[in-house]
């Protein structure tokens, strides 16, 4: 069997979808039961989880064509993501997952494509202030998870969950985030 | 963990105020039912036959193998894939929430490059079908070792790629369909196979039945690489393409390099369908409307249309074929819709998801159109000649009669010397191939390829102007045949 094969068989033999998100048996957690309409849940959360993902892609058009996206995968399956302890970490994470698909796919199209000028600024930037400029600074995994942490405010757990990362990652990113951050708001004070 | 505590807050009050200054658009609910109804409707189309790609290329089953008429008299492409070798398939799996969410889009190249491609190319008198054969795939017989291929082939194209498709949807629709498909022997389930198209996949497709019925809509395109896999055809539901040998006397394994004059610009009337940029054209009373979102409606009148070509009796009834009049577009974050002109200086045919790159990295976008070039080289170009806007390259013709070719199949703007053009020809438009450009002037009533290897020549068809011009005059599609030993055109009734 081939490497690639061996991976393909070790995702699927991996967490399910319905074992994230705090769902799963092994996990000693239940399905909620489902009480509110992805209706209810669209309207609560697009926004916050749009702009979350703008900012963990520091592209705010991106973000939010993500979670549009996310959402859309969300309302097809939505008997299924409503007993999720956390759909809005779904939700988060599948955009971002799609976001950098995409992002690879312009990647390669880029490459394809030598001839043509590299753009000269990214669409819709997030507002430059000397915060952004310092989350600018973070790794993507490192953003997300501040994200995750301080602005939908949630905690380890959850944050691990959305991310698909162990708690103890979580914390160690948190960590290293916050160093990253802290030299970075320095190193732009007056 | 004072300092944290602090850095903590700081964050939060930071982030929310950053965040709170992030545009991410209004959220429409509408919208993201009707995206999630259309992802419904393509994994539907998609689970139709999955992996039959994949599997010719995993057993190097040769379509020539397969046998059978063309079902459909809207499809009448003239294309090719070489698959009878072996295509690089990218298997992957998706379409659970695991994968959503997951890494599901790990995936093995399970083929190879498929050998050169010769050209084909066949001519038929005005109003006849080019003789054809059918390439057949058919639907999708599964067995415990796979999918059985019999004949008359429906492919598909999704964000994964091609996928070839049968229609009996049921097969795959068993219960968690795509979950219960038999593995290949390979191990590799065959549940997704999103082909590489860079240097693979020649394909020419056309749309099914709706917004662009009867319009050639696609070109997955390798050997040269344009075009592909940047058009988001994932979101073209209902997309069917069906693949034909351009003559009976070609090879069986169809390695021909085919493309249809009409193909490009069309494919961004479906994808203004697919809702992907908010646009559905709807013909009317009054012309094409293209209704965004919103609701707003933007529209190109019959006395428009007519003005390019395109006569209400091949549209009414039927969908329209807009793609020759106006494209209207919308940058993302912007409000209003605006018209691309069709040739302008700046300006051309640009589909909406060729804008999107193209407004990134080539042309400076903003208000009613195309405004300003930064290409690389683009000083070659002089403002106010013909400058065409095509995915995959752009063709300007410069002062002294030579041509200008952004594109992928060199360093630098490619110089062509120019075809040998009447004098007072007007461009009507250039069509950029991987084997040249095929400039059609004065209204359709000439043609002429300038190649990238300098040769220069004008097409020796055995129709002359006139005929030319009543063919086009009466409706007909032309469609030009592309290969290796350069430039043929078929006529015929693209639709019946």
């Not at chain 1, 399905?31 to 979350?52: G, V, W």
């Not at chain 1, 905690?155 to 990652?169: E, I």
């Not at chain 2, 894939?81 to 990218?90: A, D, F, R």
Request: with cysteine; charged share 25%; glycine share 12%.
């Amino acid at each position: 069997m081939s490497t690639t094969q061996t991976c393909i068989r070790q995702h699927r033999s991996g967490t399910r979808g319905t074992e994230r998100y705090g769902v799963g048996e092994a996990r000693g957690r239940r399905r909620r039961p489902r009480s509110r309409s992805f209706d209810d849940f669209y309207l609560e959360h697009r926004d916050r989880i749009a702009r979350a993902v703008a900012l963990s892609l520091r592209d705010a058009e991106l973000g939010g064509e993500a979670a549009d996206e996310a959402f859309a995968r969300a309302a097809q399956r939505w008997h299924q993501v409503s007993t999720y302890d956390n759909p809005e970490g779904w939700v988060y994470r599948v955009a971002i997952n799609w976001a950098r698909s995409w992002l690879r796919r312009v990647r390669r199209e880029r490459d394809r494509r030598p001839l043509l000028v590299s753009p000269t600024a990214s669409v819709d930037a997030v507002v430059d202030v000397d915060l952004e400029r310092a989350l600018a600074t973070l790794s993507h995994d490192l953003r997300s998870v501040v994200v995750g942490r301080f602005l939908l405010d949630w905690s380890v757990d959850q944050t691990a969950d959305a991310l698909g990362v162990p708690p103890g990652t979580v914390k160690s990113r948190l960590s290293r985030a916050l160093r990253q951050l802290e030299r970075a708001m320095g190193e732009g004070a007056p | 963990m004072s300092d944290d505590s602090e850095l903590q807050g700081q964050l939060r009050r930071g982030l929310a105020d950053v965040a709170s200054s992030v545009d991410v658009g209004q959220g429409s609910l509408q919208k993201v039912r009707l995206r999630a109804a259309r992802r419904q409707s393509r994994q539907r189309m998609v689970t139709g036959g999955l992996g039959v790609v994949g599997v010719v290329a995993v057993f190097g089953i040769s379509v020539s193998m397969l046998s059978g008429p063309g079902s459909d008299p809207r499809v009448v492409v003239a294309g090719s894939i070489p698959v009878s070798t072996s295509v690089p398939i990218v298997a992957a799996e998706r379409d659970s929430e695991a994968d959503d969410a997951g890494q599901g889009s790990s995936g093995a190249v399970v083929g190879e490059r498929p050998s050169a491609t010769t050209s084909a190319a066949a001519i038929a008198p005005a109003g006849q079908e080019p003789t054809m054969t059918t390439t057949a795939v058919d639907l999708p017989q599964w067995t415990a070792d796979g999918p059985v291929l019999t004949g008359g082939t429906q492919f598909a194209v999704t964000d994964a790629g091609l996928m070839a498709i049968g229609g009996e949807e049921r097969l795959l629709e068993d219960g968690d369909g795509w979950r219960s498909l038999p593995r290949t022997p390979g191990g590799v389930k065959p549940m997704e196979y999103a082909v590489d198209v860079t240097g693979t996949v020649r394909l020419i497709g056309i749309a099914d039945a709706g917004g662009c019925a009867a319009a050639p809509v696609l070109v997955v395109h390798g050997g040269e690489g344009w075009l592909a896999e940047d058009l988001p055809l994932e979101s073209v539901p209902g997309l069917r393409l069906e693949l034909r040998a351009a003559s009976t006397a070609m090879s069986p394994t169809l390695e021909a390099v085919s493309l249809v004059e009409e193909l490009v610009p069309d494919l961004g009337c479906v994808l203004a369908r697919a809702g992907r940029w908010g646009s559905e054209p709807e013909a009317n009373d009054d012309g094409v409307a293209f209704i965004d979102d919103d609701g707003a409606t933007a529209m190109v009148t019959w006395a428009e249309l007519a003005d390019v070509g395109v006569d209400r009796s091949l549209v009414d009834g039927a969908a329209p074929s807009v793609s020759r009049a106006r494209w209207l577009v919308r940058r993302p974050g912007e409000a209003q819709w605006s018209e691309v002109p069709r040739t302008v200086d700046g300006g051309g045919y640009v589909t909406p998801d060729r804008l999107t790159y193209l407004g990134q990295s080539i042309v400076s976008y903003s208000g009613a159109g195309v405004r300003r070039l930064t290409l690389t080289g683009a000083e070659e170009w002089t403002e106010g000649a013909p400058l065409v806007i095509r995915p995959g390259a752009i063709v300007g013709l410069t002062p002294d009669g030579s041509w200008r070719v952004w594109t992928e199949w060199g360093a630098g703007p490619v110089s062509m010397p120019g075809p040998t053009l009447p004098d007072d020809s007007t461009v009507f438009d250039a069509v950029p191939t991987p084997r040249g450009v095929v400039v059609v002037f004065d209204g359709g009533t000439g043609v002429a390829v300038a190649t990238p290897d300098a040769v220069t020549q004008m097409l020796d068809l055995g129709i002359d102007a006139e005929q030319w011009a009543r063919l086009v005059s009466a409706g007909d599609r032309v469609r030009l045949v592309i290969g290796a030993s350069g430039v043929q055109i078929m006529l015929g009734m693209v639709s019946d």
